[in-house]
């Protein structure tokens, strides 16, 4: 079928924003993190990391129900100590394993449909930015913005990079991105399943509830946003 | 308002009533509502035929017409062992409310599909041919199609067409006028097409079935313009159309590259049975227990939340019976579907008027089982499908006023109407005009990745529909010099639709005659049932 000449950003100053837990994909970042915890070097350091994060579960629920920001706080502390080269090593085993089997079914469509409507396909998600990356080539968006680690000497001090990318953060994220790349918001979409990305939606012209959550949803139903479901 | 009393008065089975003294009040739609209202002496009521009768035997009917097909060989004999097959049909839009079980589409099916099978055709898809529409929902098509091809079909080889599947499309060139001929993959590639219609109207069936059933927004985009609404004299009438020529073109190309068989069908227009049967009357003659149930309804109807009433109403089905079916080639089919229809809905008319009035039901082709009839498609009722319902001339004259009476709510089906509701709100506001709206913004929203995955996965119209739904009402905008909404319950609708208010009837009239003078000719349009006007 010929489907060219339909772009309606020919000039690329729209672009596609999408959160990635639970819009894309239906883990989350304790997902990528029990992995990398199962995965330790040594037998008994998988053993104790995997108990040490599934008693860490209810603090952490707890701790999002709260603020992202003590999120995380608490759960990227758990990654001090981690070497970096292994991380960005295993990070495309990650993919392999974890994140691409639990992409959306239809994911890949809604991306090509935004491709094909010629939007920029920016990527703004609160996981770390080496388990984001594979997931970035996957789908082919061509920029990814995510949360970095902070390392020394080859090693994760458990601290985040600032800013944090996660809630208000997101949308001002979104303002720098688009005034560097000369992209109008007001033309622009952005799609997310949490009402912790509320600042996100609200930022463009076009937002979009993903699979959402029930106050998302409502939130939703109020303002006529279009809802979808990529599960 | 006065109550309807029943006049001793020989039966009128005249289509054309003129009001005089002691006329009774008329019964005119108002959403999920009726408003019964006294019209001014001298007004003309133009009432739609009583329903042809019904062909005595419609499985009868439908084998002679695959028999005896026009400009073809019979189904039959286009039939060999192992040959590939699509069945098209027609959606949920047609009839309107939907028909009592079965629809005439299940009978067509059960012995086309059974013909198939006799003849060693087993690779058969049938496909919904919902062009931009919204996809049915399984228990709709179920109700549609019947028990039995619904489970021995469904989902895998009976579905909604998707005109937004990179993959499910292929273009097959382009009309002499440069139309983009693009029509489903799976039809396209088989060895026959079989489009089972129902004509409801007469802008449905003949190569509008294939050439728009089937097609995609590149297709759609050619004819789907204000240009060609304003250029359709009217849209109801297929020669002095330019959507139906455009078609018509689209229609051609596609016969080029794929054999077509279709069957047509036309219904009468018994829509209304049993307790609502006095719908289909002339209210001069209501027996005492016409009047009785009316009163009965109009009762329950006020103490009943709108949503329950819509509801009941969606619920109960049309009697509608058959009243012909033909198959073979899609122009000569066309033809004769064509004066079927014309000979129930057409009524001669002498002369136009100067003030219309028509009352608006809850229900379009747009929005069976949907949560209202949102303002986009109130309009379209109005100035796109009873204004257009007319041969010749327009009923109304031009810089004429037309009254319509809805409630105008500001609701919308967030699931069916998406797109409609970022139209309404977000580019109303800015421009009414069809052609600034086609031109900025139309790709935009046709485009726009949400309402396709919406379209394609979920149960919307595509994001291009509320723009087609306006430029359904180019013509009428163009031609009315003003249009005022009886019992609108806010202003912001008729506002943004360009449409002046009036609390009553007598109000709106008032004004309709301060603009078009004291002696303004007043007609009202009494339907549903659908009728269409011949003025001479």
Not at chain 1, 2 to 20: C, E, I, L, T
Request: hydrophobic share 40%.
């Amino acid at each position: 079928m010929n489907r060219a000449a339909h772009a309606q950003s020919p000039d690329g100053r729209a672009a596609a924003f999408y959160d990635v837990d639970g819009t894309l994909i239906k883990t989350n970042i304790v997902h990528a993190f029990a992995w990398y915890a199962r995965n330790q070097p040594t037998l008994s350091g998988s053993l104790i990391k995997s108990a040490k994060t599934a008693l860490s579960i209810p603090m952490f629920l707890v701790a999002d129900k709260l603020s992202r920001k003590l999120f995380n706080q608490l759960f990227y502390g758990y990654y001090a100590g981690e070497p970096e080269d292994r991380l960005i090593v295993l990070a495309e085993e990650l993919f392999e394993d974890v994140i691409k089997p639990s992409i959306f079914p239809r994911t890949v469509d809604l991306i090509a449909e935004a491709r094909r409507a010629g939007l920029r396909q920016v990527i703004v998600s609160g996981g770390l930015d080496f388990t984001v990356r594979p997931l970035a080539r996957y789908l082919g968006v061509d920029d990814f913005i995510a949360n970095t680690l902070e390392f020394e000497n080859g090693y994760a001090t458990g601290q985040l990079g600032k800013p944090f990318v996660a809630g208000a953060t997101k949308a001002q994220i979104m303002r720098d991105y688009s005034e560097h790349h000369g992209i109008d918001l007001g033309r622009s979409w952005a799609y997310s399943d949490s009402y912790s990305d509320y600042p996100m939606l609200a930022v463009v012209g076009h937002p979009t509830a993903v699979n959402p959550d029930f106050r998302l949803r409502t939130v939703a139903r109020s303002y006529d946003w279009p809802i979808i479901d990529l599960r | 308002m006065r109550a309807i009393r029943p006049r001793a008065r020989g039966a009128a089975d005249e289509s054309v009533v003129m009001i005089d003294n002691d006329s009774a009040p008329r019964i005119m739609f108002y959403g999920e509502d009726f408003l019964c209202e006294d019209l001014p002496v001298g007004t003309r009521v133009i009432y739609p035929r009583k329903p042809l009768a019904g062909l005595p035997n419609p499985r009868a009917a439908i084998r002679y017409a695959l028999h005896h097909p026009e400009d073809s060989e019979p189904l039959h004999a286009l039939l060999t062992p192992g040959m590939k097959v699509t069945i098209a049909v027609d959606d949920i839009s047609l009839p309107l409310p939907p028909m009592k079980r079965p629809d005439v589409r299940e009978l067509i099916l059960d012995i086309v599909l059974q013909m198939l099978a006799d003849h060693g055709v087993d690779d058969i898809h049938i496909i919904i041919a919902t062009s931009l529409h919204r996809r049915m929902h399984d228990w709709e098509i179920r109700r549609m199609v019947g028990d039995k091809v619904f489970d021995a079909f469904a989902p895998e080889r009976l579905y909604n067409h998707d005109a937004c599947d990179p993959d499910g499309m292929v273009t097959l060139g382009e009309t002499a006028h440069g139309e983009v001929v693009e029509t489903n993959r799976r039809a396209a590639e088989s060895d026959l097409v079989i489009y089972v219609n129902i004509n409801l109207v007469p802008m449905d069936g003949g190569h509008k079935s294939v050439g728009v059933g089937l097609c995609g927004y590149q297709s759609l985009k050619a004819h789907h313009t204000p240009k060609a609404i304003v250029h359709s004299d009217s849209f109801m009438d297929p020669k002095r159309s330019e959507l139906a020529h455009s078609v018509h073109r689209i229609g051609r190309v596609c016969d080029e590259h794929m054999k077509v068989f279709h069957i047509e069908t036309a219904l009468n227009n018994r829509m209304f049975e049993g307790p609502m049967s006095f719908l289909m009357k002339n209210e001069d003659d209501f027996t005492e227990m016409d009047r009785l149930k009316f009163e009965a309804i109009q009762w329950t109807l006020k103490r009943t939340p709108r949503a329950l009433r819509r509801e009941v109403f969606m619920r109960v089905p049309a009697a509608y019976e058959l009243i012909a079916v033909h198959a073979g080639k899609t122009e000569p089919v066309h033809e004769k579907i064509l004066a079927k229809c014309y000979e129930q809905y057409a009524i001669p008319v002498e002369g136009q008027c100067d003030i219309l009035i028509s009352g608006i039901p809850y229900i379009s082709p747009y929005n069976v089982n949907s949560k209202a009839l949102n303002p986009l498609l109130v309009q379209v009722m109005a100035l796109g499908y009873f204004f257009h319902m007319y041969r010749h001339k327009p009923l109304v004259k031009k810089g004429g006023v037309m009254i319509v009476t809805h409630p105008c709510s500001d609701q919308f089906d967030p699931v069916h109407h998406p797109s409609y509701i970022e139209f309404f709100n977000r580019l109303l506001p800015e421009t009414r005009d069809a052609y600034t709206l086609e031109k900025k913004y139309q790709d935009e929203f046709a485009y726009n990745p949400s309402y396709v995955e919406m379209y394609r996965r979920g149960n919307a119209y595509h994001g291009a529909h509320p723009f087609y739904m306006w430029y359904w009402g180019q013509a009428g905008r163009e031609h009315l010099g003003k249009v005022i909404v009886v019992g609108s319950d806010n202003s912001t609708v008729p506002k943004l639709l360009g449409w002046e208010r009036a609390e009553t009837l007598a109000e709106a009239i008032s004004m309709g005659r301060s603009h078009m003078g004291r002696s303004a000719q007043i007609t009202m349009l009494h339907h549903p049932p659908i009728l269409m006007t011949d003025v001479r």
